[in-house]
C-alpha cells in the first residue's frame, strides 16, 4: 500500500476538479448525500451526474471519458452488478465503485474486478479513503495480498484464496493446482480458521477493515 504523502494529496486535489462522476441509486437521498460529500472533496458540482435508474444512466457514462461511477446493486430497474458486466461488455473504460447497503454481495463486486465497494451510509471519510485507493493503490480492490500476509497466511494459502476470489471451485483449483481436492478444501479451513472467519464473503469484509 502507498504511503499517501503531501505530493500525492496535492495531485489528487489538482484532478478532482476534472473528474467526470456518476451516481447510480434509486435512494433520491443517497445520490443528493453522495454528491454532496464528492462536492466537499474538491469534485466539481457540474461535473456530478445523480441517477435514480441505472438504465437511464448508460447514455451519459458512455457519453464521458474515463467517469468514476458509484453504483448502487439493489435497484428497482436492474441489479448494479448485472449493468456493470454490461457497461464493461461494452467497452466501458472508467472505474466503478459499487456503493450499497448490503454487504453479502462483496464477493460478486470482487469478481466483477470493481475498483471498490462502500457500504452505505457512506462517510466523508470514506470516500476520501477510497478516492486514495483508487489513484495510489497499486491492487485497486482492498491490496489483498498485503493484508492476507498480515494473517500469516502461507503463499499456497494466498494463491488458493486468490483463486477463491476469482471464483473457482475447489475442484478447479485442485486441478490448475496439482492437488487433490481434498488438500485444497483443508487449505480452505485453515484460512478461515487463521483469519478469523467463518466464510469467504466475511473475510472479504475483513480485508477492508485491517489497518496496516
Excluded: W
Excluded at 486514495?132 to 498480515?150: A, G, H, P, T, W
Excluded at 487463521?194 to 496496516?212: A, R, Y
Amino acid at each position: 500500500m502507498h504511503d499517501f504523502t503531501k505530493t500525492n494529496q496535492k495531485y489528487l486535489h489538482s484532478i478532482v476538479p476534472k473528474v467526470s462522476v456518476v451516481i447510480v441509486d434509486d435512494s433520491e437521498i443517497c445520490g443528493s448525500h453522495l454528491k454532496d460529500s464528492l462536492i466537499a472533496l474538491g469534485f466539481n458540482k457540474k461535473n456530478i451526474s445523480v441517477f435514480n435508474d441505472a438504465l437511464a444512466s448508460k447514455d451519459s457514462i458512455f457519453s464521458l471519458n474515463k467517469p468514476i461511477v458509484f453504483l448502487d446493486i439493489e435497484m428497482p430497474s436492474c441489479n448494479g452488478i448485472d449493468f456493470f458486466k454490461t457497461l464493461k461488455s461494452n467497452g466501458f473504460s472508467g472505474k466503478v465503485v459499487f456503493t450499497t447497503a448490503h454487504s453479502d454481495y462483496i464477493l460478486d463486486a470482487l469478481r466483477a474486478h470493481a475498483y471498490d465497494y462502500l457500504l452505505k451510509p457512506v462517510s466523508q471519510n470514506e470516500l476520501s479513503e477510497a478516492l486514495k485507493r483508487l489513484y495510489f493503490d497499486d491492487d485497486v480492490l482492498f491490496d489483498r495480498k498485503e493484508r492476507l500476509n498480515s494473517f500469516g497466511l502461507s503463499k499456497r494459502q494466498i494463491e488458493i484464496i486468490e483463486m477463491v476470489f476469482d471464483g473457482k471451485t475447489s475442484s478447479e483449483i485442485a486441478n490448475e493446482l496439482f492437488l487433490s481436492k481434498h488438500t485444497v478444501d483443508t487449505h480452505r479451513r485453515n484460512i478461515l480458521k487463521l483469519t478469523g472467519v467463518k466464510n469467504t464473503h466475511e473475510l472479504l469484509s475483513k480485508l477492508k477493515d485491517v489497518k496496516l
